[in-house]
């Protein structure tokens, strides 16, 4: 056992491209592959503006995703903290610059893609917070002081990313954070405690909702208040969808979509496009693959020894859920309008290479799923 | 280690509860997605329909109309219209100030473009002036570089190429008012177009045609992407009148500075070959939209431009009842053609004396003679042995005194006499000498342009009772014509009453001392007969007739007398019946006889030429094919 363990830590990087769970690989381009097409007939059947450059950044992001896998696993371990304050101060910066005068500029250029440090932060904090639930033991969660430098953690980029203000971004940084806790060990009555806060605080937080965030979520309960208005979109993707039925309109016939009744079918509306011209046939299948992806992250964080690396998957395979979840449930008219892109579909590069890191990082969780780490060390091999 | 095992099993556990509620809630996403695909599916695609399909209407082009000879009177004109798209003009109110410089625009119109503009969505078109000539279009597309947004389209107007002739059988087309909708979704259609008034107004369901839609795919702001299906609409039906074109202008012609009516009647089919109204109006200012002031000039004119004078004008008939009383009285037996009787200018009934129009009398005639001179001594006496019920029932019988169904609106019934009627509307029982004014055609009777000519018509295809008809086929397809010798109902008269009564009205015009005899045509085998009438607007006093004042020149129009004319050509074989009113124009015999001669003698010129223009050949032409209309 240990012998095994041993060589794994010694393994070469072609040894390392071997262990990688290539089937899950497929599945990632067999879900950027449907966003090529599906951004193809977005654009009335055209390779542009969408899906040349959507097929172009999923390239990079496999390969950003390949490389992480194989790069160790340590090193990660090693810089989760100093990663997690770069994309912090970058978060600030883009914050304080914002408030400054560029508008509501998100993102950084990088040339090819926009990088947006929120969403980068979604995977620094699953890396910060799987690196400091490492160090911690069962009897040390007990305490609530152990907790408060977790829930720092979670509360000063939800708190930058709410100014931005998004509210999306906001509640998968909470949401997931809340799921690492959870995995963590962190007892169950807490968070009935903070649930039950939450609810309290309800009317603080509606109070400092700005007024479309306020009236999406009042849509939200009564679309019909505003079928001109802000309800619209909801009323009109429901009804691409159900005029989909089982077997859809066909590759390109989708008339809610190409007509533009349906809003941003290119990015947040992406999935009832398919769901329009696919039926429930091609919107359960992109659900399958969905699930198989979601699945195998489980399966590898069960695989590692390592608590990091249990919940550096968890927390990766939970923040694509949410990606998943947020996005269709809001075009089925299950939860408010809330602007969060489909994993690997939606036209945009930086959720994507963003999920596609954090694909990365869980990869790399499987290929050293044997690696011992050193409960406070900063990486040395114990 | 034991302590690390527990944390793993934890660890474990949480991380499956974790899983199996990831698991629950996908599996909500697919139980919504059954449920909005597979239950709600057939609810959300009518939805998906309805929002992208539009229902858009293709007005039918309107029927022609045309005369005999296939000549149009009524069509359809290629006009064209401006109009303003906003999303295309930088500057709206710049690109309106620049389109002014080249048509006129006025500020109400402008107000109207603006408001219009700032109502519709910004690709909507507004229409800022329609009814624009080619000239106009071309000026605008010269500059249109200086005027962005600014688009011409072309559609159809109803248009008269004659103008005034014809403008009361043709009536116009006008917007479609509020309390005109019936359901017919056409009508509900901007700027359409309904007969309003003549032949426009009661065939105009015809005329109309039916439309067609076109099912059109529109994206979610409303713009037009392509079509489904379109469903041809029926264009509207051709209509061939009676009418005789070029008739129709010279009557038109000869009453012109005078207001008054004229028709021409084939005696044998009834077929109207020209009616003619003045003073009349343009049809096209209509269609245009008549300004308030025009409007009211067309409405105060005494003279009655918009009134059918030849349908909707009564008039006392004045002596051109006398046929029908002399055909009364023959009937009835109490004169024969022989029976003459003498005039001293006047007849005495009780204290009462009734006036001949000749002061000194005319002296012993005949029945011929009498209608010959036109004497009113003769047709006092002969009323008086007839009676005013009898008089009547012959008039009714040739036409006078009732709707003659012609496919005209407002046609009017006019009045004949009789006991019961005076019972029953002035409530006094009626004087012998109410049926010596009526056997002069004067009193109660009254009778329209139209009767009359029915009335010779009758008299002068030998007794059979046609009807005026003015509609000769629509879209190609003949109306049942009925010649009076075969198929036309006999009205029951003696051949030999109505042969003297034709021999008078001969004398009228040709006999040596016939009132008309100014009038009558010398051109070999056309000559004419009739009769002339003199109807008074007013009761001549006593004092006037001893001051001898009643020349119609000294009095004021209004007050002047009707000159009436009746007749019928050629005289031994009559064709053409004609009847002549000119209001307040003084005497038959000096302004009416001159204007049915004019007409009398072109009606018969032209009828060898629709005779070579093998007018015949029209029950043969071919319907045209279906032609969708614009959109």
Redesign the interface.
Known sequence: MTGSAFERQQLTASQKLLQIRWLFVVLVCLAGGIGGVMLYSAANGDLNPWATRHLVRFGVGLGLMIAVAVSDIRLWFRYAYVFYFVCLALLGAVEIAGSVGMGAQRWINLGFMNLQPSELMKIALVLALARYFHGVTIEEIGRPAVLLVPLLMVAAPSGLVLRQPDLGTALMLVIAAGAMFFVAGVRLWKFALVFVCGVGVLPVIWQSLHDYQRQRVLTFLNPERDPLGAGYHIIQSKIALGAGGVFGKGFLQGSQSHLNFLPEKQTDFVFTMLAEEFGLVGALGLLGVYTLMLLYGFAIAASSRSYFGRLVAVGVSMTFFLYMFINMAMVMGLIPVVGVPLPLLSYGGTAMVTLMLGFGFMMSVYVHRDVVLGRRSSGEIL | MD?DS??HK???R??F???AG??V??S???G???Y???L??E???T???E??INLRLLPPPRGRIVDRLGRPLAVNRQDYRVFLIAEQASDVEATLDALGSLVEISDAERNRVLKELGRKRKFVPVTVRDGLDWEAVARIEVNAPDLPGISIDEGQSRYYPHGEIGAHLLGYVAAVSEKELTGDPLLEIPDFRIGKAGIEKVHDLELRGTGGSSEV?????GRV?RELGRTEGQPGSDITLTIDLDLQRLALDRLEGQSGAAVVLDVHTGEVLAMASNPGFDPNAFNRGLSNKEWQALIGNPRAPLTNKAVAGTYAPGSTFKMAVALAALEKGVITPDTSFSCFGHLKLGNAKFHCWKKWGHGSMDLREALAQSCDVYFYEVAKRTGIDQITAMSKRLGLGQISGIDLPNERSGLLPDRDWKMAAIGTPWQIGETLIAGIGQGYVLTTPLQLAVMTARIANGGYAVEPRLTRAVMGLRKQEARSAEAGEALGLVPAHVQVVRDGMSRVVNGARGTARSSAIKEPGMAMAGKTGTSQVRRITKAEREAGVFKNEDLPWERRDHALFVGYAPVDAPRYAVAVIVEHGGGGSKVAAPIARDIMIASQRLDALRLAAGEAEIGDTAPAPPVGGGT
């Open positions: 302590r527990d944390r934890l660890i474990s949480r991380m509860m974790l899983a990831n698991g809630l996908i909500a996403l697919a919504r997605l059954y909005l695909q597979v709600e599916s609810r959300y695609s939805l998906a329909d929002n992208r795919e529109v994206n979610a702001v992407i």
